[in-house]
Structures are given as structure tokens and as C-alpha cells.
């Protein structure tokens, strides 16, 4: 079973850039896929981006282009979020989910089944 | 990007009561649609994927059906715990989108 664990709270100025970690830990089945929601206060839950096993890149939401980027360190199996020229607007939790799947001539997909505990980010 | 339009965007029911969400995708989706519940101060949690699918772990109460464009999410037997916001998402397309939620109080 896959264990996503997440980074502290960050609070960062206008401006500034903000690196949300998410360590993948367990015994996965295969390569974790994941992904960024957010979740401004109040608010209902945006996607932010991913890895595509089929295209082998990720992909980014296009309202986050330019601002964002998600890396993996194969080395500490843990995914990195970064997102700068932070601006209000971006105060948000932030959660990581892994995508189940599997691969057998094709990918069959079991959606996001694990989710990190979320990461608050406070810009101000 | 594909518009998921959920409804109604808050309900209140009994306990033991039946209740519907549905989701309507902008365009055709086929089967791609998934199904969380988010309770204050938690991360989603997986109900349903591939529209219809239910994760084990999941009650059976909870039921997904629809395709193409028109989605349902079904909880028979609602039950005090189930309280919480549910969302649809689309994951046929890039960006993956979600509904707006729908808020329901037991």
C-alpha cells in the first residue's frame, strides 16, 4: 500500500516561490503516478498536473504554466512541486494522490486512491 | 477544457434516506469519471472510478453509473458518517477537471 507523505506549512510573500515535497513510501506495485490538487479556503478542488505514463511527461494545468513544476528524486522517491511568482490567490492546501494502475498490453486506471495529508500554503 | 456542471450544490437527509448527485461533462467523456468525498479538514477520498467501479473499502451503499456526458452518484442507506462534500472529476482529458461539489448534510 502506497504512503504519501507531505511537507510542512509554508507561508511566503507575494512574489516569492513556494516547494511542496511529497515522499512516496510503501511497497507500490509499479511506478506511483502522481498529482497536485489545491484547495483554496472555502473553495471546491482544482488539478494542477500529473504524470502521464502514456505521453512518459507531465502535464500541467494550463492556468499553472509557466509558474509550475513537479520533479521527481528517484533517489529519496520523492515528488517536488514548485510553484513561483506566488500571488495571493495561490494561499491554498495542496495535496499530492497517487493514480492506481496497472499496466497489461494497455493501462487500465483505478483513479486517485491515495492522498497526502495536504500541505497549507499561506500567501501574504 | 471540459466543463463538469454537479447538482444540486447542497441537499439535507435522513438517515436511511436515497440520494442522487449527478454530473454533466461539457462533452462526451465515455467512462472517465471519478467520485470523492471530502470531509472538513481531510483529503478527498476515492468512492468510485471508471464511473461505476468501487474501490474495496468502499460501503456498498455508495453506487456510480452514467456515460458520455451524464453521471450519478447514488448513496442508499445514507448513514450519520456520510456527511461531507462529494465531487465528480473527469480524468478523459487534460486539464482534469472537477465539479463544483455538492455539500451533504445527514
Known amino acids: 500500500q502506497v504512503h504519501l507523505e507531505q511537507s510542512g506549512a509554508e507561508v511566503k510573500k507575494p512574489g516569492a516561490s513556494v516547494k511542496v515535497s511529497c515522499k512516496v513510501s510503501g511497497d507500490p506495485p509499479n511506478e506511483p503516478l502522481i498529482h497536485w490538487v489545491r484547495q483554496a479556503p472555502g473553495e471546491g478542488l482544482e488539478w494542477m498536473g500529473g504524470f502521464d505514463p502514456e505521453e512518459r511527461k507531465t502535464i500541467y494545468a494550463q492556468q499553472f504554466e509557466g509558474r509550475v513544476t513537479m520533479t521527481e528524486d528517484t533517489s529519496t522517491d520523492t515528488v517536488y512541486m514548485e510553484l513561483r511568482s506566488l500571488r495571493s490567490e495561490d494561499t491554498a492546501v495542496y495535496y499530492c494522490a497517487s493514480r492506481g494502475h496497472e499496466y497489461s498490453n494497455h493501462f487500465y486506471y483505478y483513479g486517485m486512491d491515495v492522498w497526502g495529508l495536504g500541505t497549507t500554503v499561506t500567501v501574504s | ?106
Request: aromatic content about 10%.
Open chain 2, 1 to 106: 477544457a471540459i466543463q463538469m456542471t454537479q447538482s444540486p450544490s447542497s441537499l439535507s437527509a435522513s438517515v436511511g434516506d436515497r440520494v442522487t448527485i449527478t454530473c454533466r461533462a461539457s462533452r462526451g467523456i465515455r467512462n472517465d469519471v471519478t467520485w470523492f468525498q471530502q470531509k472538513p479538514g481531510r483529503a478527498p477520498k476515492l468512492l468510485i472510478y471508471a464511473a461505476s467501479n468501487v474501490p474495496s473499502g468502499v460501503p456498498s451503499r455508495f453506487r456510480g453509473s452514467g456515460s458520455a456526458r451524464d453521471f450519478t452518484l447514488t448513496i442508499s442507506g445514507l448513514q450519520p458518517e456520510d456527511s461531507a462534500t462529494y465531487y465528480c472529476l473527469q480524468d478523459y482529458d487534460y486539464p482534469w477537471t472537477f465539479g463544483q461539489g455538492t455539500k451533504v448534510e445527514v
